[in-house]
C-alpha cells in the first residue's frame, strides 16, 4: 500500500542528509557515510554536511521524491511567476510539457507534474530543517557554528513554506518529524497560521545569522540576517495584498527593508547587464541566490548543475550561410518565451530590455540566434538564461537569483508610497532607474565570435529620465509597479506581484479569469488569492481539504 508522500519524506532517517554538491566550496562536501541524529552535531564537517543537505533540496528542479526513488517531473518558480502571468507564454512546440499548458490557462488538476513536485521537494526540505533544528542544540560542536547553521535551517524552512503558502494556501506544519502512523493527526494550517509560522522561523533565524560579510569567500551563498530580513519583507508585503489576518502593516515592510539598506551589505551592480552573468554571482546585489556548478551529471538530485537553462535556451539551431549548423546554437527546449506585452512596458531606449529578451537574428554571447515561430510563442527568448553551452545540456552553472537589492529598494518604494512619504519613494525609485540607464548592452551582443564584450548602448540623451517629484498616490504605485516589472522581468516575480495588488485577474483572457476566480479564496481577504491544487496522494490520505473548485 502506498504511504503519504509528505509523511514518508517526513520520517526519513538521518541518513539521507547528505548534499549534492556546489560550485561554492560550502556545497563541495562529499557523502561522509551512515550517522545518526545522535552523532550529526558533535562534528563540524557532518554539522556543516546535514545545513548543506537542506540547501541541497532548494536546488532540485525534478529528481526522485525525496531523494528515495519514484521520479518526479520538473518543477521551477518561473513556471508559476511568469507564466501563469502577463509576462511569458509557454513556448516551446504547442504539444511540448502539456501541464505548462494547464497552469497558463488554469485547468490543472491535482495531478499537475510541476505542481506536484513543488509540494514534494519542499517538504523535503522541510523534513531535513527539522533533522537540523531539532538536533542540533544537543550538539558538542562550536557554539557560534551551532548558532549560525541552526539559523541557517531556520531560514530555509521559511523559504520552503514561503514557496507552499504562496501557491497551495494553509498547509500542514511540521516542526518535528511525523511518523507515517501519525497521518491521521495531520491538520491543514489557515493560510494566516502558515504566514505566522513562517515569520517565526525567519525572526529566530535573524538572532543567530551573521551579515553577509561575515562569511569567509568560500561560504558566499549561505542564509544572512539580510535575506532574513528580506524574505520576511516580502512575506509581510504578500500578506498585506492578500490574506492579512495577521493585521500587518506597511511600516514593517518599510522597516525591514530599512534595515536591509542601512546594513551596508548589499549595492547595485553597476551595471545591469551584468546581473545574470558568472560575474554578477553572490555580486553586491545578491541578497538570495540558489548555488549551482555544471558538470556531466543530467538529471537527479545527484547533479550539481541546473536544468533552468535548457528549459528556456533556444531550440533552434542557427545555420551558417553555407546551411552548416553553428556548433553551440539550438540546445534548449525553447519555454517560457517573453510575451509582446512585457516587451511594451519597456520605455524607449530602455537598456534592460536587451538585457533581459532576445529575438530573432540577435546576436547572444557571441552566436547568432534563429527564433522559428513554429517552435515559439511570441517570437522571443529570454537572455537573463541564455549561457553558453555546458558540459552537458541538463546541468547548466548558472545561479538563480532569488533576491536582489533592487528588489529591497523598490519594495521599501512601495512601503513609503502607501505611508505617504512620496518624496522618498521617488527618490528610491529613481536609483533603480538610474542604474539601468547607464548600463551597457548585454555580453556578446554585438560581434559572432564574441562573448564577453559589453558595449555601450549609445542611448540618447533623456533615456530613463527620473519620475517626477511630484508623483503620489495612485500615480506613484503605478510608477512602481512599472519598475518592478521592468527590473525584474523574467525573474519569476510577476504573478505574485499582480495577485498581491489585485491586478492578475484583469490581465487575463476573461476565460481564464473565470476559471481562476472559481479556485480562488475570496471571502476574509483584501484580494481574492487563486490556489493551485493540493498533490492528489497527500490529500486524499490525510484527508486535507482540497483548494477551491479542484
Known amino acids: 500500500m502506498k504511504t503519504a508522500q509528505a509523511a514518508r519524506l517526513i520520517a526519513l532517517s538521518v541518513g539521507l542528509v547528505v548534499a549534492q554538491g556546489c560550485k561554492q566550496s560550502f556545497l563541495d562536501k562529499q557523502p561522509l557515510g551512515t550517522i545518526t541524529q545522535g552523532n550529526l552535531f558533535n562534528d563540524p564537517t557532518n554539522a556543516v554536511q546535514a545545513v548543506n543537505a537542506i540547501y541541497d533540496v532548494a536546488s532540485w528542479d525534478q529528481g526522485p521524491k525525496f531523494g528515495v526513488g519514484d521520479y518526479v517531473g520538473q518543477t521551477y518558480e518561473w513556471m508559476f511567476g511568469d507564466v501563469m502571468s502577463d509576462d511569458a507564454a509557454k513556448g516551446s512546440t504547442p504539444s511540448d510539457f502539456t501541464p ?51 539559523g541557517e535551517a531556520l531560514f530555509l524552512r521559511a523559504y520552503f513554506y514561503f514557496n507552499l503558502v504562496k501557491s497551495f494556501g494553509g498547509v500542514p506544519l511540521f516542526e518535528k518529524a511525523v511518523l507515517p502512523t501519525e497521518e491521521a493527526t495531520v491538520t491543514r494550517a489557515s493560510i494566516s497560521d502558515t504566514y505566522a509560522f513562517i515569520e517565526k522561523d525567519l525572526k529566530a533565524a535573524l538572532a543567530l545569522l551573521p551579515e553577509k560579510n561575515a562569511y569567509a569567500s568560500a561560504d558566499l551563498g549561505r542564509a544572512t540576517k539580510g535575506a532574513a530580513n528580506s524574505y520576511l519583507a516580502r512575506a509581510i508585503m ?33 551595471n545591469y547587464a551584468a546581473i545574470h552573468q558568472t560575474v554578477g554571482e553572490n555580486s553586491s546585489e545578491s541578497v538570495f541566490e540558489i548555488q549551482f556548478a555544471t558538470s556531466n551529471d543530467t538529471y537527479g538530485p545527484i547533479m550539481t548543475g541546473t536544468t533552468n537553462n535548457v528549459f528556456q535556451n533556444n531550440r533552434v539551431t542557427t545555420k551558417d550561410a553555407s546551411g552548416a549548423n553553428i556548433p553551440g546554437t539550438g540546445w534548449g527546449y525553447g519555454f517560457n518565451n517573453p510575451t509582446q506585452n512585457l516587451v511594451n512596458e519597456f520605455e524607449p531606449n530602455d537598456p534592460r530590455l536587451e538585457a533581459t529578451v532576445y529575438k530573432n537574428n540577435d546576436i547572444v554571447l557571441g552566436l547568432p540566434e534563429t527564433i522559428d515561430l513554429s517552435q515559439n510563442d511570441t517570437g522571443y527568448l529570454s537572455r537573463k538564461v541564455a549561457i553558453l553551452v555546458p558540459i552537458a545540456n541538463q546541468a547548466g552553472p548558472q545561479n538563480i537569483r532569488k533576491m536582489r537589492y533592487a528588489d529591497i529598494l523598490l519594495m521599501k518604494a512601495e512601503a513609503a508610497a502607501q505611508l505617504g512619504k512620496s518624496g522618498e519613494a521617488v527618490v528610491l525609485v529613481n536609483q533603480v532607474r538610474a542604474r539601468a540607464r547607464t548600463s551597457t548592452r548585454p555580453p556578446g551582443a554585438t560581434t559572432v565570435g564574441t562573448s564577453d564584450n559589453y558595449a555601450p548602448t549609445n542611448a540618447p540623451a533623456g533615456t530613463l529620465p527620473d519620475i517626477s517629484a511630484g508623483l503620489s498616490g495612485s500615480a506613484l504605485l503605478t510608477a512602481i509597479w512599472h519598475e518592478r516589472r521592468v527590473e525584474l522581468a523574467e525573474e519569476s516575480l510577476r504573478f505574485w506581484d499582480l495577485v498581491r495588488t489585485g491586478r492578475y485577474f484583469g490581465v487575463l483572457p476573461p476565460d481564464v479569469a473565470g476559471r481562476a476566480m472559481m479556485h480562488s479564496v475570496t471571502t476574509g481577504v483584501v484580494n481574492p488569492i487563486p490556489l493551485l491544487p493540493i498533490e492528489l496522494n497527500d490529500a486524499q490520505t490525510w484527508h486535507l481539504p482540497q483548494n477551491p473548485g479542484f
Open 100 to 150: 505548462l499548458v494547464e497552469l497558463k490557462t488554469w485547468t490543472m488538476g491535482p495531478g499537475n507534474s510541476p505542481l506536484g513536485t513543488l509540494w514534494v521537494h519542499s517538504f523535503t526540505g522541510v523534513a531535513r530543517a527539522n533533522t537540523v533544528i531539532n538536533n542540533i542544540d544537543a550538539g558538542t560542536i562550536d557554539p557560534s557554528l551551532k548558532s549560525r547553521l541552526k
Open 238 to 270: 504578500y500578506q498585506l495584498g492578500t490574506d492579512n489576518t495577521n493585521k500587518h502593516t506597511w511600516q514593517e515592510v518599510y522597516d525591514l527593508t530599512t534595515t536591509v539598506i542601512s546594513s551596508t551589505q548589499y549595492s547595485l551592480l553597476p
